[in-house]
């Protein structure tokens, strides 16, 4: 582990995102890397030297102090690298690779692989599935109401986009909110509201466009059976279903609603606001905390997977929080093994899961 020096009085600076991980190097080994990015080890600050390696550098770590008051604190704030100061690393470290974390002031050797989590992009445009589509295991289920909402000639090239990625097609959801109508309520009642023939039709129109010959549709919310059957007497389809589970009611009872499921989506955030009775759009981090999921949050998941895996159907968990060692290990431990997310936290979950290869 790290060791500070005894002349480390104060704390001292520290900036940047996150855990790097990367050859650790000094200023007279640098020179000897023809490719790719290092930590770069320096025993006191040398603005200039790091303003001219920048290029080549993913962080630095600087053995003397600098408290946030001193001289030199600015122009380091300055740098186009983190700096990481008042850390001294043991030299057996050097041209071996180091994990370092800014946000805790630390160095360590690298961690064991994690485990690895499949990855499914959230996407509502085709910008959004193009910055995914290289990280992402698969496509989470797409919102009808964003797919309504773009230029048909778009829309086509979405979906022509999905055909070649070489993932199957994602499925689409069914509507969150009456057409054309306001948002539903934070914490308003939940389930298959919307079943009235402009909404229908509407979304028919919508899972049209899917080149798949048997689409997949998920039914927001879902409380009770009734729900699902009036779904299918509403719609008249024979669409394979899957369930979005997020009610407390929903996931306590999820086994008597997956008879012919084809996939079960646990949404934590809409779980945990309404376990909490809590609108998420108010921070609150300790009801909500930003880097893992709540306690009875984490039960009902653990339990929704149990019951997926007992009738072998696939089970994916979304949720929108910051990737963490924390989360991850949360989320693994509950039985998570396909997660969905927004399409920007992607490539930070795709960092977190490779840092340790």
Not at 142 to 154: F, I, M
Not at 192 to 219: K, M, N, Q, W
Request: proline content about 9%; aromatic content about 6%.
């Amino acid at each position: 582990m790290s060791d500070r020096t005894e002349r480390d009085q104060y704390p001292g600076i520290a900036y940047g995102f996150g855990r790097h991980r990367g050859l650790l190097v000094d200023r007279n080994g640098i020179e000897e890397i023809v490719y790719g990015r290092v930590l770069l080890y320096l025993e006191k600050p040398d603005v200039d030297l790091i303003r001219v390696l920048a290029p080549r550098l993913s962080g630095v770590i600087v053995e003397e102090p600098v408290t946030p008051y001193a001289p030199e604190a600015r122009a380091l704030w300055a740098l186009p690298v983190p700096v990481l100061t008042g850390i001294r690393v043991d030299d057996s470290w050097l041209d071996h690779e180091v994990v370092v974390d800014f946000d805790a002031a630390i160095t360590a050797p690298p961690a064991p692989s994690i485990a690895g989590l499949r990855l499914h992009a959230e996407v509502a445009s085709l910008a959004e599935a193009r910055e995914a589509g290289h990280l992402a295991d698969g496509w989470a289920p797409l919102r009808a109401e964003d797919l309504r909402a773009l230029p048909a000639a778009e829309r086509a090239e979405l979906w022509r986009f999905f055909a070649e990625s070489g993932r199957p097609l994602p499925a689409i959801r069914y509507f969150d909110e009456p057409v054309g109508g306001p948002p539903a309520a934070s914490l308003g009642r939940r389930g298959v509201r919307v079943l009235h023939p402009e909404a229908v039709d509407s979304f028919r129109t919508v899972v049209s466009g899917c080149p798949d010959d048997d689409p997949l549709v998920i039914l927001p919310m879902v409380a009770t059976r009734e729900e699902i059957s009036a779904f299918v007497a509403a719609t008249g389809t024979r669409w394979r279903l899957g369930l979005d589970i997020a009610t407390p009611a929903a996931a306590l009872g999820v086994a008597d609603l997956v008879d012919d499921c084809h996939l079960l989506c646990v949404s934590t955030g809409d779980l945990a606001q309404h376990i909490l009775v809590w609108d998420r759009s108010v921070r609150n981090d300790l009801l909500l905390p930003p880097d893992r999921l709540p306690s009875v949050v984490t039960q009902l998941v653990e339990w929704a997977a149990s019951v997926a895996v007992a009738r072998s159907i696939p089970f994916r968990v979304a949720l929108d929080l910051r990737p963490s060692p924390r989360l991850h290990d949360q989320l693994v431990t509950a039985g998570v093994r396909d997660l969905a997310c927004p399409a920007p936290l992607i490539r930070h979950w795709r960092h977190l899961l490779d840092r340790a290869h």
